[in-house]
């Protein structure tokens, strides 16, 4: 299931003739989740008995049986009982324009906080087993496999897998944020002559996880299972074997976008309109 959500609401504010505030409030939700009709009834228990053919989790789907050699059906739906997969976001802007004179001055700024939580949609929890004619076939004394012979389906029957996984999925929750800043003015030199100058600074905040489930690779982390030469993986949060940190990017504050433009009018039909800017 897909779905989605919105809120939004604007304010305008005539503070004066020539004084005007807007401000935008907004919110939106995107969704996607489900589960597997036939999950939740204890399959790795009905299907392997105590030892749940040593998968963890039991709410998922039947396990995924593969054949490799393509004459048979690929059977099962390993998807956990119920999954989804989120992205929020909250906005809010305001600016303010003023009119003086020749000149319309605009400034203002942005911010939107993003939240994408995940909790194992599509996480193959179930399991999976391939099988194929390598446990069914016939070999020579020095352990080759002998061409056509074997097959999977009857590996299947007598149990023999050939390779099997499961997912154990992470239920992490990112954070990231944005922000903007931005001010113009829009100048009437004559009636046939506008200029146009602006400045924009833009900057994203690091991703952060809830919970602190998160790392990276640091090449220069000291790595404790290779003689502690450099190299090792580095993970979020304080405390023993934890970086100390809850991020890991450091993003550079320089996004400035200078913008500049005109528009002149030719005649009563025909205007030239041009500019620069950096995005």
Do not use: C
Not at 77 to 105: A, I
Not at 117 to 129: D, E, V
Not at 170 to 179: K, M, N
């Amino acid at each position: 299931r897909i779905s989605t959500h919105h809120a939004h609401q604007q304010f305008d504010w005539v503070i004066k003739p020539n004084l005007l505030n807007h401000a935008t409030v907004a919110y939106d939700r995107w969704f996607m989740g489900g589960n597997a009709l036939s999950a939740g009834v204890g399959w790795p228990q009905l299907l392997f008995g105590g030892n749940q053919g040593g998968i963890l989790n039991t709410t998922g789907g039947p396990p995924v049986m593969t054949f490799s050699d393509g004459r048979y059906t690929n059977v099962g739906q390993n998807w956990p009982r119920f999954g989804f997969l989120v992205n929020n976001r909250w906005q809010f802007s305001d600016d303010l324009t003023w009119v003086k004179g020749r000149h319309s001055l605009k400034a203002g700024f942005e911010y939107r906080h993003h939240q994408f939580p995940f909790r194992g949609w599509g996480a193959a929890t179930g399991g999976q087993f391939d099988f194929n004619r390598l446990g069914t076939g016939g070999f020579d004394a020095s352990g080759n496999a002998f061409a056509q012979t074997g097959d999977p389906f009857a590996s299947f029957l007598l149990g023999q897998v050939h390779t099997s996984s499961q997912s154990i999925p992470a239920q992490p929750t990112f954070s990231e944020a944005y922000t903007a800043a931005w001010i113009n003015d829009e100048f009437k030199v004559s009636d046939r002559l506008t200029l146009t100058l602006g400045l924009r600074f833009d900057y994203q905040f690091a991703r952060t996880e809830a919970e602190n489930q998160y790392s990276t690779f640091d090449p220069n982390a000291p790595n404790p299972g290779a003689g502690n030469r450099p190299g090792a993986l580095i993970f979020a949060g304080d405390g023993p074997g934890r970086a100390g940190t809850r991020k890991f990017e450091n993003p550079a504050r320089d996004a400035w976008g200078p913008r500049v433009g005109f528009a002149y009018r030719l005649g009563e039909k025909h205007a030239i309109r041009g500019g620069y800017g950096i995005y």
